[in-house]
Nanobody
Framework: QVQFVESGGGLVQPGGSLRLSCAAS????????MAWFRQAPGKEREWVAT???????IYADSVKGRFTISRDNAKNTVYLQMSSLKPEDTAVYYC?????????WGQGTQVSVSS
């Protein structure tokens, strides 16, 4: 089963930017779609964005226009570039397979947006 290690989170002020990385334990070149998810305190985990093999991406309405998902198959890594961050983006961010997250969940990376 594919495992993931997320990194790149931190504390940022509203309007700031962060770039998250997700390293997979094996090759992702044969995996069609991968996604980022997030879980805010007291809330259920929610889907954020998906990148498909050809590079096409889809986004949740809440992040559309602010976040960009991408993948580097050679590095077995998926990225999430986040800009214009808002306090409501505060959450632990995870990556997994898409559309069904069948891989093992990693520990995630904490993103906190606060002034």
């Amino acid at each position: 089963q594919v495992q993931f290690v997320e990194s790149g989170g931190g504390l940022v002020q509203p309007g700031g930017s962060l770039r998250l990385s997700c390293a997979a334990s094996g090759s992702i070149s044969s995996i069609n779609a991968m996604a980022w998810f997030r879980q805010a305190p007291g809330k259920e985990r929610e889907w954020v964005a998906t990148v498909i093999g050809g590079g096409r991406a889809i986004y949740a309405d809440s992040v559309k226009g602010r976040f960009t998902i991408s993948r580097d198959n050679a590095k077995n890594t998926v990225y999430l570039q986040m800009s214009s961050l808002k306090p409501e983006d505060t959450a632990v961010y995870y990556c997994n397979l898409a559309p069904i997250p069948r891989g093992s969940w990693g520990q995630g990376t904490q993103v906190s947006v606060s002034s």
